[in-house]
């Protein structure tokens, strides 16, 4: 068997379509969007061109409503200090969960130890949703930011942005979402969402690495993180990375068009997945929402082999071709439980034994076979060792 690659929630293949959308712009038309001239202005209608199907994406009625960043990271951090400093002045609460990326975490801690902000992190069930009532019942009159993810990137599940954003709407305060591992496994439409800011990255949905956007909706001010000139509507200075702004566009017009072809795809592997792991072990648990209730990602499995090491099955996984993940892609290699996992009340038996395996387009049921046929060798090797 060759490599089987099932760590998608870190990162993607670049489609050839996308490489070939993106050569031109490194070579021959490689001219500033900024600039005046003719090429410059070639250049400045590829990016407007880019901008317009990453709207499309996003179900956005105003393309300028994106702003291109270097990432998911960058489009968090832009989300939440930019709109938290803009509005500061009405108030500096901010309500968050346990179990966002630690760009948005790190974000609220940014804006906590040096700008004097207050931040409420809510908790989720064990299966990783956050309770609209709970929301509720933290906003106070100071509240001005609210940033829930849309989709887990470790446990897969799928929050009720819709219910909660009409909850911040309600209350005039600003909504934001971290949709990073939504593209292509989930449909997402802002104007129904009712969201005001919403992060995107390219590299989870088959696009290039070090590119990203920020929906932000018409009206919302934001102030910039990065200081110069005044590109991107004075919301991101700094010569945009034109090939990789056309290379995300390609990769979101693609995710948009075969997304239900996709989706349905990927439940079907997941469910294959699942079920294989379910009648060929004990000792076990499926961590994160029940598939069938359609809480969890497509493309998500995480699964806890109890009292056993993850790195040790991360690595005998290695050792057959098989690549998948501890914990979210930061988390991996530190030693700790990761945050998602503890927040969810994992005992520590399962917390330190969970593995997350991500599908991608390209996965067959031939692959998830010999994956659970390798997993049921390695399983029972630990387990015996263990007790030697
Ligand atoms: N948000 C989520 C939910 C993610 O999964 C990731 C990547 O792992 C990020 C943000 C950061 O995105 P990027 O790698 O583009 O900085």
Known sequence: MEDIYLDHAATTPIL?????????FYKNNFANPASSHLPGQHS??????????????????????????????????????????????????????????HAVLRSCEYLEKHLGFEITYLDVDQDGLVNPQKLYNNIREDTILISI????????????????????????????????????????????????????????????????????????????????????????AGTVNLAAAVGMGKAAEIAAANLSEKRGELILLRDYFISELLSNFENIKINGPAPESEKRLPANINVAFKNLDADSILFNLSLSNIAAAAGSAC????LSVSHVLKA?????????????????????????????????????RLNSLKYE
């Open 16 to 24: 050839q379509e996308v490489v070939d959308a993106m050569k031109p």
């Open 149 to 236: 993810m849309f989709a887990n990137n470790e446990i897969g599940s799928i929050q009720p942005i819709k219910e909660l954003a009409a909850i911040a709407k309600e209350n005039d305060i600003l909504f934001h979402t971290d949709a990073v591992q939504a593209p292509g496994q989930l449909k997402i439409d802002v104007e129904d969402l009712g969201v005001d800011l919403l992060s995107l990255s390219a590299h989870k949905f088959n696009g290039p690495k070090g590119i990203g956007a920020l929906f932000v909706r018409k009206g919302v001010e934001l102030i910039p993180q990065i200081s110069g000139g005044s590109q991107e509507r004075k919301r991101r």
């Open 331 to 334: 988390a991996s290699g530190s």
């Open 44 to 101: 400045a209608a590829a990016l407007e061109d880019a901008r317009e199907l990453v709207a499309e994406l996003l179900g956005a009625k105003k393309a300028e409503e994106i702003v291109f960043t270097a990432g998911g990271t960058e489009a968090d951090n832009l989300a939440l200090k930019g709109a938290a400093m803009a509005v500061a002045e009405q108030g500096k609460h901010i309500i968050t969960s346990s179990i966002e990326h």
């Open 344 to 380: 969810i009340g994992l005992a520590e038996e399962y917390a330190k034994s969970s593995i997350r395996f991500s599908l991608g387009k390209n996965n067959t049921k031939e692959e998830i076979d010999y994956v659970v046929d390798n997993l049921i060798k390695i399983i029972d």
